[in-house]
């Protein structure tokens, strides 16, 4: 999938889990890296003590609610920056 990030168009935000176990952090690497070579508007966020779900407050071994409040508030904001509508 990486090898396709370097073709996306489509403004894309990504939340990585700083202690994500299932996308370590060469993955992590690949993948902003395949997105700066790509046309899109993109950003990438890793929440430091986060693991993997973070945000899933049904998943008590790994929410972690003040990563996923800050995520959840830079996402709408990110959100709202790409969906301006300009004149």
């Not at 902003?32 to 790509?38: D, G, P, T, W």
């Not at 998943?59 to 972690?64: E, M, P």
């Not at 508030?73 to 920056?81: G, I, N, R, Y």
Request: aromatic letters at 8%.
């Amino acid at each position: 999938i990486v090898d396709r990030l370097k073709t996306n168009k489509a403004e894309t935000l990504v939340n990585f889990g700083g202690e994500d176990a299932s996308i370590d952090a060469a993955q992590r690497t690949a993948i902003k890296v395949a997105l700066e070579h790509s046309h899109s508007r993109h950003a990438t966020i890793t929440w430091p003590g986060a693991k993997h779900g973070f945000h899933s407050y049904d998943r008590t071994d790994v929410y972690n609610p003040q990563a996923a409040e800050d995520a959840w508030h830079k996402s709408v904001e990110w959100l709202a920056t790409m969906l301006k509508v300009v004149p």
